[in-house]
């Protein structure tokens, strides 16, 4: 097929330039990258857990903000509601852990679902149930725009925080501990390094799933749904079914990262469903620059950090990351990977 | 007649007291260009509306081909063959020349729904992307970002965008606005050897582009055609210069 097509085509350049890897953008991100996974993994081996783990932390609240960022920065939608899929891929890890803990079922009617302490169906069951969610929310909130679109999916998510924190018996706003790590076969969860493995494992999944994706023509679909929604119609494609695809694939992201989340901590509470984390994962999103690639582990780490090194000093910690977000939106309108690594082209 | 493309069936549309469309047919044939002229407010933009898909008419109907539109989405009718520009021009500023023609081309290709493999390399996308340009003799600029063109590049972009489609009709709406006389000359060069293929219908106000151009006028005035036929007789209609040539822009 492709030989066949005229040999006057085939001559002119019909692609552009491609980057060199060597590029400052690439070394910025390998170096990134790069130190997450091996400053805790030399911290192990000093025998520094505390910092493992915050590594871990790093990395999950990175890979959270790297499915908010599909639905802001490549897809435009200002969803103010990520904590929703947070909380649900927390709990039904927390739910699940109990129920297996417990030997009771989860439900008995219409069939019977016992719990599981097995990562692999936890993750399975989160990933469905957040792209369900995402689902009748997005379907509902994307009839609206701007403005109205930031306060549905804001309300919507406020709705599930008041649910947990009134369900007693899931602990309701005391929330629910999970008493042993959910497990793999042949891993040891409980081991800081290994489960923070698995973390760094989640997030390089999901940047490079949100890379390839945005390459493709369901990519070259939701940039233009972003750009110009009238320019997608006019060329006969709906937005609308392609920007509920992306708010499903980002949301999914996000819950995988709260089940993971939950089960780094051993606990799980209405605080994962709070407005306050989905206002820091956008946060994190507009830290690390909206729409690259490599922006919300840039925000990640420096929130993290500021949280981490300023909160130990002072409990009044967020004022500085007040001040520097304001530097970020007023002079690094890209974010840190903007200031860091240059302007991204669209291509 | 069979060679009829795009045709619009007693079109009314009202806006609270207003009629901005009443009683509006027109037909649209196989190989000519038909253009709609009439002065500031004589509800062009309303009639356009409801051929592109952003308005309902209250009453009528709008047939591409043989199959009516009237109720169809904006992207339904792309799909169907209706290619489109627009006054102001609405391209993806930030994105290459090519990335916004080759939109036009994956939506004739089936769905959207394919997450993995990458459209930079996809000659199935890239190839009628880039023939679309050539017949706009835009190709040079390909991998130019719109950004970067200029004004009547930008004219021949949008027009480049509406034949990725494959069209049966193309709706272009004032094509010339803004263009110098060299840019309008070379629109209309394009736009002369395009109709063999796909019919125009043309909303424009540079009078002598749409005398030059059309094979067929319609008079719009205060929503209703008050006058059809070749440029001749155009210019000789009583009403038709009383209207609109003897005012403004004769």
Known sequence: MINNTSSGVAKISLTPNADSHFSRKGIVQITLLGLLLLLPVTAYFLGHIYYVNLASRITIIAMAAVGLNLAIGYGGMVSFGHAAYFGLGGYVAGISA??????????????????????????????????????AIGAISLRTTGVYFIMITLAFAQMIYYFANSWPTYGGEDGLP????N????????????????????????????????????????TMARLNDVRLATAGISPYPIRLIAFVISAVITGLAGALYADLNGFVSPTMLSWHFSGELMVIV????????????????????????LGGITQYWQLFLGLVLLGVVLFAKHGVMGWLAGRELNE | MSDVVLSLHQLHKRFGALQATNDVSLELHQGEIH???????????????QIAGNLRPDEGSVFLGGSEITRMSIAQRARLGLGR??????????LSVMR????????????SFRFWKPVARDKQLLEPAYEALERMQLSHRAWTPVSELSHGERRQVEVACALALKPRALLLDEPMAGLGPEGSAKLTELLEALKVEVPILLIEHDMEAVFRLADRISVLVSGSVIAQGDSHAIRQDPRVREAYLGNDDA
Not at chain 2, 85 to 94: K, R, T
């Open chain 1, 178 to 181: 999970i008493y042993l790590r």
């Open chain 1, 183 to 222: 497990g793999l076969p042949f891993v040891d969860t409980t081991n800081a390094l290994s489960y923070f493995l698995i973390c760094f494992a989640g997030l390089v999944l999901a940047m490079a799933i949100t890379s390839r994706l945005m390459k493709s023509r369901f990519g070259a679909a939701l």
């Open chain 2, 35 to 49: 253009a709609l002229i009439g002065p500031n407010g004589a509800g062009k933009s309303t009639l356009i509306g």
């Open chain 2, 100 to 111: 916004n023609v080759m939109m036009g081309v994956q939506a004739l290709q089936s769905h």
């Open chain 1, 286 to 309: 507009i830290l690390g620059g909206v729409g690259r690639l490599y922006g919300p582990l840039a925000g990640a780490i420096l929130f993290v950090m500021m949280e981490t090194l």
């Open chain 2, 85 to 94: 520009s627009f006054q102001v021009s609405s391209l993806a500023e930030p």
């Open chain 1, 98 to 135: 109990y129920h297996a803990f417990d030997f009771t079922p989860f439900m008995t009617w219409p069939f019977s679902v016992p719990g599981s302490d097995n990562l692999l169906v936890v993750w399975l069951a989160a990933a469905i149930l957040c792209g369900l969610l995402a689902l």
